[in-house]
Nanobody
Framework: VQLQASGGGLVQPGGSLRLSCAAS????????MGWYRQAPGKEREFVAAVRSSGNTYYADSVKGRFTISRDNTKNTVYLQMNSLKPEDTATYYC???????????????????WGQGTLVTVSS
């Protein structure tokens, strides 16, 4: 399975961006897809995840501002980011997994596949 992320860029504080991540190489819809981010000098951080059923999970820092969704027919996950803040600046990575222990859904070690990352810069 390969993941291809896109949609990053430069945006002003308060602005919006939409990230996309398309999975290829599988005939079946991957059960879990999510987003992580990593800022320079910081550890990788969970952002959001979505199950094939549509259940969503968010980090507290993005809840109410970011929305994760997916199109199972396209094996694609989206991250709509609104009200962006400078502290949202990071490289965003999409991730996917067939099976996850739900209590560990925020643990990056649970994910089998990773995209190449797309840079989001929030700055005036």
């Amino acid at each position: 399975v390969q993941l291809q992320a896109s949609g990053g860029g430069l945006v002003q504080p308060g602005g919006s961006l939409r990230l996309s991540c398309a999975a290829s190489g599988s005939r079946f819809s991957i059960n879990y897809m999510g987003w992580y981010r990593q800022a320079p000098g910081k550890e990788r951080e969970f952002v959001a995840a979505v199950r094939s059923s549509g259940n969503t999970y968010y980090a507290d820092s993005v809840k109410g501002r970011f929305t994760i969704s997916r199109d199972n027919t396209k094996n694609t996950v989206y991250l709509q980011m609104n009200s962006l803040k400078p502290e949202d600046t990071a490289t965003y990575y999409c991730a996917a997994a067939w099976s996850i222990v739900l209590s560990e859904i925020r643990n990056y070690e649970q994910y089998d596949y990773w995209g190449q990352g797309t840079l989001v810069t929030v700055s005036s």
